[in-house]
């Protein structure tokens, strides 16, 4: 099992940033890769960034190429998302998911349902 937990979201407007941290916990060792998705209302869930946990180069969603910035720190097993020239069009939930089924390709996934363990969300609002 592993756990995730969100902390970061808020409100806030538009041109403005946000940090998002996700701490996992339990058998992280497992882990092969994380991942942020977010879901706006209405919509389908979308990956945002991820990485595969043994150092592969991050991989981002078109829309927040250039904007956003997922990184980890080893020694607390968080993985965070730095957000900047937000968007209204950023608003959902976001949340962290981890993949704990190696490929031997070592790609990441991009599909939601790749993942096996997520956090609870958290909101980020952006005003206009």
């Known amino acids: 099992q592993v756990q995730l937990v969100e902390s970061g979201g808020g409100l806030v407007q538009a041109g403005g940033s946000l940090r998002l941290s996700c701490a996992a916990s339990?058998?992280?060792?497992?882990?092969?890769?994380m991942g942020w998705f977010r879901q706006a209302p209405g919509k389908e869930r979308e990956f945002v960034a991820g990485f595969t946990w043994t150092g592969g180069n991050p991989y981002y969603a078109d829309s927040v190429k250039g904007r956003f910035t997922i990184s980890r720190d080893t020694t607390k097993n968080t993985v965070y998302l730095q957000m900047n020239s937000l968007k209204p069009e950023d608003t959902a939930v976001y949340s962290c998911?981890?993949?704990?089924?190696?490929?031997?390709?070592?790609?990441?996934?991009?599909?939601?349902?790749?993942?096996?363990?997520w956090g609870q969300g958290t909101q980020v609002t952006v005003s206009s």
């Open positions: 998911a981890a993949d704990i089924d190696p490929k031997a390709s070592g790609s990441l996934m991009l599909g939601s349902g790749a993942y096996d363990y």
């Open positions: 339990g058998r992280t060792f497992s882990i092969y890769a």
